[in-house]
């Protein structure tokens, strides 16, 4: 089980398995945990563990660490027969500036398995507060706007005039923000600060100087 096909391809089990993410997220607008892609695979939980880490290391999703449902999709995609879930190859999703305004600049995203009824917005990362979890200043992430602020999730958030890529931590008498780089401190949000939730973050596409930097 995870051997790749000879033309890079995922063999049927694994591109089973990311159909099978990509469909969850496109009914629930967020990713699966291990245990619930095991359920739907039918397999045990070590398995769909094993089926995760090898579509990591072919490029098709990126994991966060440590976090229950931190399964990305990326914009790589494998080529498939018949009709797919996602949306069209090129999706224009709109850009949002330093003030938290739509502009009129696109960022066209891969065939992700965006849900159809829901909205997206994109954002440039203004800071190393994710780096932990693989965000870097500089990388462009894609959020769903969010009606209802979903707590232990990545979110882009504006907080007193700023745009903000943070966890987001819902307490019974308080919010905070917290970075994943140890190096920022925790935001917390009460009833005097300027806070909004823009929407929960469900993809990251690097800049090149971001993958420049890596290297």
């Known amino acids: 089980m995870g051997r790749r096909r000879a033309d890079g391809r995922p063999r049927s089990e694994l591109l089973a398995t990311l159909e099978a993410i990509e469909a969850f997220i496109d009914d629930n607008g967020y990713p699966p945990t291990s245990v619930e892609l095991a359920e739907i695979m039918e397999v045990v939980p070590c398995t769909a563990r094993k089926r995760i880490q090898t579509l990591e290391e072919m490029g098709y999703l990126h994991v966060i660490p440590n976090k229950a449902r931190g399964i990305l999709l990326t914009d790589k995609k494998p080529k498939r027969k018949g009709r797919s879930r996602t949306l069209a190859v090129l999706t224009p ?46 990388d462009i992430v ?9 707590n232990n999730r990545i979110v882009v958030a504006k907080v007193d005039g700023k745009i903000l890529v943070r966890f987001l931590r819902i307490r019974s008498t308080c919010a905070r923000l917290e970075a994943s780089n140890e190096t920022f401190k925790p935001i917390l949000v009460n009833s005097n600060t300027d806070f909004r939730i823009l929407g929960t973050v469900v993809a990251v596409a690097k800049t090149t100087d971001s993958e420049q930097e890596g290297e």
């Not at 894609?142 to 979903?150: D, Y």
């Open 142 to 150: 894609v959020a769903r706007k969010q009606i209802l602020p979903q």
């Open 93 to 138: 999703i709109p850009l949002v500036d330093e003030n938290g305004k739509e502009t009129n600049t696109c960022v066209f995203a891969g065939d992700f398995a965006w849900q159809r009824n829901a909205e997206y917005l994109s954002v440039i990362v203004c800071d190393d507060a994710m780096t932990g979890d693989g965000i870097r200043k500089g």
